[in-house]
């Protein structure tokens, strides 16, 4: 339902502290960005959570479908070389 | 039950009981996905609907200092209604259709809620009781299958602990206080101690949907394990009040560890499921004025929106 009376839905992204990633935090419905933030610093933040705010209206995200899991993260499963434990160092050599 | 839809059904019940969570676009049944909206958008209508009585004593909080702690609360409820609404959109309603069903009676909300608030130690049975109650369900809830169900009820959890506490704080003035205010505070808990034991629901072996919901990993107690949960841990701090729980099977079963108490009245809680409560009417008109009232607010809001997205457009043009 896009009725042109109804807000849209926006996603909003939380950077908890500096030196952080913003991170997913849940959505809202507003009228626009600036109306977006606002109201994500009203239901998010009201416990000094954040100290940025991204938002970004829904439908401009593109998702990975379920489907398609299997295709594009079944092939890092067999490749245990991409990992430091698949090599066999003698115990003698520190720091590496 | 075709072979093709079995199988998935299957699958997706291997899922649950690996404990993995299920995301809003994996394969679900539409049984799962319509519970889910059921009881999500419940639960969001009784956020909104319970900042009612609240609101009700904001005007009159016997302190500035009240006054801040009891808008705070109300707030908090707000933004848990706007949280799980949310979550209840990433099952495929929309906002508008889930308010449409409150305001049109379709939907429940918590019945507690129906009941109204008589005076300021009603704040403080509220808050301890009726919180404390939906806290012990919500934190069953924060393991519950569905990914944005559970995620929402960790914000609820976290914000929901000064609720209760500022509920019980109130209380433990007014019993520490004169006679007439601990009598105030007694009137209180006589009026809300059964309406808080209903709010776990029917009873397990009348309960229609506690066990395929138990199944599915939705909920992860029955409602009479919550209830006795809610009870072993209130009575011991209704008595620090030096308050009496107005039940007179209440008493402690050493053989069990638990209190064993008496029958609620079903009756009661069907009759004001049914709408036929104190203030049912009250509530359900005062959602559907608000709505209505704000409806120019919103439209406003767009045509804001859309005014100012045009005048940039515009802006632009000129630049090129
Ligand atoms: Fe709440
Ligand atoms: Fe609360």
Not at chain 1, 19 to 42: P, Q
Not at chain 1, 79 to 96: A, C, G, M, Q, W
Not at chain 2, 23 to 51: F, N
Not at chain 2, 98 to 116: D, M
């Amino acid at each position: 339902m896009t009725n042109k009376k109804d807000w849209p839905l926006w996603e909003v992204f939380i950077r908890s502290k500096n030196g952080l990633s913003h991170k997913h935090v849940g959505s809202l419905h507003a009228a626009d960005a600036e109306m977006a933030i606002e109201n994500a610093r009203d239901v998010y933040t009201r416990r000094s959570e954040g100290v940025s705010i991204w938002v970004v209206e829904s439908r401009y995200i593109t998702a990975s479908s379920p489907d398609q899991a299997e295709s594009l993260f079944d092939p890092a499963d067999d490749k245990v070389y991409r990992h430091p434990t698949f090599y066999n160092l003698p115990d003698e050599v520190k720091h590496i | 039950m075709d072979p093709k839809q079995k199988a998935l059904e299957e699958q997706f019940q291997a899922r649950i009981d690996a404990d993995e969570k299920i995301e809003p676009k994996d394969w679900m049944p539409d049984a799962y996905r319509k519970t889910l909206i059921r009881q999500i958008s419940q639960h969001a209508h009784s956020e909104v609907v319970g900042m009612l009585p609240e609101g009700n004593w904001v005007t009159r909080a016997p302190s500035l200092r009240r006054k801040v702690a009891l808008l705070a609360k109300i707030q908090d409820e707000a933004g848990h209604g706007l949280y799980l609404y949310s979550a209840a959109e990433t099952l495929g309603v929309s906002r508008e259709e889930l308010l449409e069903e409150l305001h049109t009676g379709k939907a429940k909300y918590s019945s507690i809620f129906n009941y109204p608030s008589l005076s300021w130690a009603d704040m403080g049975a509220i808050g301890w009781l009726v919180d404390g109650a939906a806290i012990m369900n919500q934190v069953m809830l924060t393991r519950t299958s569905y990914g944005p169900y559970a995620r929402a009820m960790v914000r609820i959890c976290k914000e929901e602990s000064f609720h209760q506490r500022q509920g019980y704080e109130i209380l433990l003035t007014l019993c520490r206080g004169a006679e007439a205010q601990k009598q105030m505070a007694q009137d209180a808990l006589n009026r809300w101690w059964w309406p808080a034991l209903m709010m776990f629901g029917p009873s397990d072996k009348d309960s229609t949907h506690t066990q395929q919901s138990m199944r599915w990993r939705i909920k992860r107690k029955t409602n009479d394990e919550l209830r006795q949960q809610f009870i072993d841990a209130t009575v011991p701090q209704a008595d620090f009040l030096g308050l009496t729980v107005p039940d007179p099977a209440l008493k402690w079963n050493e053989e069990r560890s638990h209190y064993d108490f008496g029958e609620i009245d079903w009756d009661e809680f069907w009759n004001v499921v049914k709408g036929n409560g104190p203030c049912n009417r009250q509530r359900l008109q005062a959602r559907v004025e608000a709505h209505e009232e704000g409806a120019w607010v919103r439209e406003a809001a767009m045509a804001y929106a859309e005014k100012r997205r045009r005048r940039q457009e515009e802006r632009k043009v000129e630049v090129a």
